[in-house]
């Protein structure tokens, strides 16, 4: 898995966030939410009928969850309603999964998100559940197994170096809300 920052001034330029921007725009996604986009290439260059890519956004929710964590009763918010569980836990990627499309014809490349990626939810130093880098380090490996490959060098739980997911991101969490108006502001001028 490889992390990248794009100049906050990028958003909407870069061509990696116009998805995310545009589905911002044209849904009024609140500046408290997140968008990600996910993007898939084909897994062997030499397949055929499929597209050569596909891509697909989706916003946070803004609605958490508490669950208890300890024996003494102890609650801490674990966030489902991020972009990137809701893509994951989605009826897009689900279908995907379901046909086994990923990761036997597509893998995941890169995807953007608004804000970095976080870290899962703890109490003190129980790491209660996995975030969002976790989760995409797991689909990261999945998607590496030779098993999906037609004519593999690899045995089936051998991972493929070559299939790395990238994280790009354009803000942390201090300075989405301001960066994320100057940027929409910005690209509407622009466009």
């Known amino acids: 898995m490889e992390l990248e920052t794009i100049p906050a001034n990028q958003y909407g330029i870069d061509p990696r966030t116009l998805k995310a921007m545009q589905y911002r725009i044209e849904r009024q996604v609140p500046r408290t939410s997140n968008v990600a986009?996910?993007?898939?290439?084909?897994?062997?260059a030499t397949?055929?009928?499929?597209?050569?890519?596909r891509q697909h956004t989706e916003a946070s929710t803004g609605a958490g969850v508490y669950t208890e964590v300890n024996l003494q009763g102890k609650l801490v918010r674990i966030n489902y309603s991020h972009s990137e569980?809701?893509?994951?836990?989605?009826?897009?990627?689900?279908?995907?999964?379901e046909s086994e499309e990923w990761p036997s014809v597509?893998?995941?490349d890169w995807v953007f998100t608004e804000r970095a990626a976080c870290n899962g939810a703890?109490?003190?130093?129980?790491?209660?559940?996995?975030?969002?880098?976790?989760?995409?380090?797991?689909?990261?490996?999945?998607?590496?197994f030779g098993?999906?490959?037609?004519?593999?060098?690899?045995?089936?739980?051998e991972e493929r170096p070559d299939l790395n997911i990238r994280?790009?991101?354009?803000?942390?969490?201090?300075?989405?809300?301001?960066?994320?108006?100057?940027?929409?502001?910005a690209y509407k001028r622009r466009n």
Do not use: C
């Open 47 to 53: 397949t055929r009928g499929y597209e050569p890519f």
């Open 147 to 157: 098993k999906w490959d037609l004519n593999s060098e690899y045995d089936d739980y």
């Open 122 to 144: 703890w109490w003190g130093n129980k790491h209660v559940e996995a975030g969002f880098a976790q989760m995409i380090k797991n689909l990261e490996t999945i998607q590496k």
């Open 167 to 185: 994280i790009v991101n354009s803000f942390n969490a201090d300075d989405a809300k301001e960066g994320i108006k100057v940027a929409v502001n």
């Open 85 to 97: 569980y809701v893509f994951v836990h989605g009826d897009y990627f689900t279908e995907l999964k």
């Open 106 to 108: 597509y893998v995941i």
């Open 37 to 44: 986009t996910f993007h898939f290439t084909l897994r062997d």
